[in-house]
């Protein structure tokens, strides 16, 4: 199941960068767009969703912006911080298909001092 | 801020006996899943369930597997008898309603031997 894909398994990043974490998908009736972060021991956390009737969510230091004619998210976090070291993983839902999540593999992001 | 209780949060398990993995919903969600992640592997969606019945369920999730809410805040995954390719960490989610986020638990790390 190659639904959706986050074709990057690690990004490593300067503090007070910008971190940018891409998803790519291939069911264009997916219309829910997650991203959860998950630190080891821990379930996910969710972040920030976006419905596909918008091409940007903005929540604080995390922004998701979705192209649908790409099929393709990303996050950008700015400043990137220490604390955001961890797997980030895209997930979608699909149109009236009930509430199951489909997940990414997750990247993993180390923001260095 | 409430949260999605799992217990325990590691079992072993010989091959072939029944576990059951135990998860606290929020309070106020009406909506209750299970995934597992295989080591290495992506999250993977098992099952929906609202209203006390199931409402999606997986290919993973065969005539081996049950989910029941005996009471008003426990919701329960039963495995009956467990194979070695069911080890996983078991996360447990709920929603208030589908198009709001899913919120998980920590996970149980079941290892059966």
């Known amino acids: 199941d190659q639904q959706v894909k986050q074709n990057s398994p690690s990004l490593s990043v300067q503090e007070g960068r910008i971190s940018i974490l891409n998803c790519d998908y291939t069911n264009s009736m997916f219309d829910y767009f997650l991203w959860y972060k998950k630190y080891p021991a821990e379930g996910p956390t969710f972040l920030i969703s976006?419905?596909?009737?918008?091409d940007k969510n903005e929540d604080g230091r995390f922004t998701v912006f979705l192209n649908k004619s790409a099929k393709h998210l990303s996050l950008h976090i700015v400043p990137s911080q220490p604390g955001d070291s961890a797997v980030y993983f895209c997930?979608?839902?699909?149109?009236?298909?009930?509430?199951?999540?489909?997940f990414g593999t997750g990247t993993q992001l180390k923001v260095e001092l | 801020e409430p949260e999605v209780t799992q217990t325990p949060s590691h079992q072993v398990t010989q091959m072939g006996q029944e576990v059951i993995l135990r998860c606290v919903p929020i309070?106020?969600?009406?909506?209750f899943y299970w995934y597992r992640q295989i080591l290495g592997q992506k999250v993977e969606f098992l099952v929906s369930f609202y209203n006390n019945e199931i409402s999606e369920k997986s290919e993973i999730f065969d005539d081996q597997f049950s989910v029941e809410r005996p009471d008003g805040s426990n919701f329960t995954l039963k495995i009956r008898s467990t194979k070695l390719e069911d080890s996983a960490m078991y996360f447990c989610?709920?929603?208030?309603?589908?198009?709001?986020?899913?919120?998980f638990g920590d996970g149980t790390r079941l290892s059966i031997l």
């Open positions: 997930a979608a839902k699909l149109t009236g298909g009930g509430n199951k999540l489909t």
């Open positions: 309070s106020n969600h009406l909506y």
């Open positions: 976006i419905s596909s009737i918008k």
């Open positions: 989610a709920s929603s208030v309603v589908p198009d709001q986020p899913q919120h």
